[in-house]
Structure formats: structure tokens, C-alpha cells
């Protein structure tokens, strides 16, 4: 998978996406990350990518031209045809569909992902009539710009990847919706500051040991996470 990201902090995304996991994954070949400076793609000398909006108001809007001509850009530069065929353009938007592990598994089987960051009080419409397919929120909370949202979106959809994560990291990798939360977990020592590890998972009793953990997996669930049960 090709993923060209646009922003105007291109330095953000370094420590995010050359570390553990997504640097792995690129080292081996199965991602490649691209981060695009949307003001490379500025026509004026003060690399101007925003400016007040028509009819007033408070703020600023990000410019039509630069993010046409940067991703006018990558399709030129983009010779493999792999990509043309699975080709998405994505704007990070508080507007946008928000995140789910259902969307991050559909982005998956694409080849090739643009990424668009917003910024400011917004971009203009253009961008997202004639340029974006696809909208995308994580969350309905409000954050500074796109770009952190791109690389929770990066990191969600890389791990998902064929062998992006090794065999214990991809153990359980059902669908998060319908899923129940995560049983508790211990690990040595068995007495801790004087508070003790469940007697049960001493047993070595496989049986009764995998019976605790359902029901403390329901019982994690119906205390924090009632939502989820609701089709249960
Ligand atoms: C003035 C009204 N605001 C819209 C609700 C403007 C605005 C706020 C925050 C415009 C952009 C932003 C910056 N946020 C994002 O670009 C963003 C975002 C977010 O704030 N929350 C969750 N997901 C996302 S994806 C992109």
C-alpha cells in the first residue's frame, strides 16, 4: 500500500511513523509513507496556503490551489498502475464519517491512500466537491488540525495489513464491534505489594481458567462498555 500524506507540519509525522510498528512495516516493503509539504505547492513567494474567507468572518481557509496542485503532483509521480486501480483521496475533517474498526478495515484493501490535513477554520469547498472522496473524524471532540488524525488513521489501517504484525501481535483480531473488553491480565509476581494474583490462575486448571476469564470479560464489559452488549 502507497499512503501520501498532505500537511502543512510535515515534521509531526516522523516521530509517529518511523518508530516500532509503522517502521517496520515500511522497512519490509508491505507500506510506503509519503509525507507531502502542501506548501512546496504554493505558487506565491510567501508560501501562502490559506487566506480570509469570501463574505467574512472570523479566521482563515485553506486554499483550493495548493492541495490540487500537490495531489495532481503524486498522481503524476505515481508510475505503478497497482495504484491507480484501489485509489482513494480522504480529507481528516470534523465533518467527516467518524472512525471505525469496520472503515479502517475497508481502507485496508486499498492500494493507494491520500491523506489530506485540514487546518484553521477549514479548507474551501472545492477541495472537498471536486478533489475528496471521502470524509473522515476520529472522534466528536475538536483538535487543532487533521494531522493527528491522519496518523491514528495510518496506524490503524497498517496494522491491518497482511503480515504487518507478527503471530501473538495479531492473535485476536476478530471484529472490535461485537467484541466484549479484554479480560485482566497478571503477570509475575503472584504476590504484588502484598495484593494477590487470582487464585484461579494459579491452577493451571485450563478449563476453569478459561470460564473466569468469560465472565470477567462480561463482567468488564457491562461495567464500562454497557454499549457493546447491546446486541448480545
Ligand atoms: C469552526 C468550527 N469548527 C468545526 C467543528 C472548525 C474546526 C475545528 C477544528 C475546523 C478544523 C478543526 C481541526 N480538526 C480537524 O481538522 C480534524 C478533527 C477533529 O478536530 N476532531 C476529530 N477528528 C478530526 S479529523 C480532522
Known sequence: ???????????SFSPVINESILK?????????????????????????????????????????????SAVQHILRST???????????????????TLTQKLAKKLSGYKHLILICGHYEGVDERVKRYLVDDEISIGDYV???GELPAMVLIDSIVRLLPGVLGRSESLNEESFKNRLLEYPQYTRPAVFKGKKV????????????????KFKALEQTKLKRAD?????
Open 143 to 145: 483538535l487543532t488540525g
Open 198 to 213: 487470582p487464585q484461579v490462575l494459579l491452577t493451571g486448571n485450563h478449563k476453569l481458567i478459561a470460564q473466569w476469564r
Open 79 to 97: 508510475k505503478h498502475k497497482a495504484h491507480s486501480t484501489k485509489r482513494k483521496v480522504i480529507l481528516l475533517s470534523p465533518q467527516g464519517q
Open 24 to 68: 517496520r512495516a515500511q522497512k519490509s516493503g508491505k507500506v510506503k509513507i509519503r509525507i507531502n509539504d502542501i506548501r512546496d505547492f504554493t505558487l506565491d513567494k510567501h508560501r501562502k496556503v490559506d487566506d480570509r474567507p469570501f463574505g467574512g468572518g472570523p479566521g482563515m481557509v485553506m486554499c483550493a490551489q495548493p492541495m490540487f
Open 1 to 11: 500500500m502507497l499512503i501520501d500524506v498532505l500537511t502543512i507540519f510535515p515534521k
Open 228 to 232: 457493546l452488549l447491546k446486541n448480545k
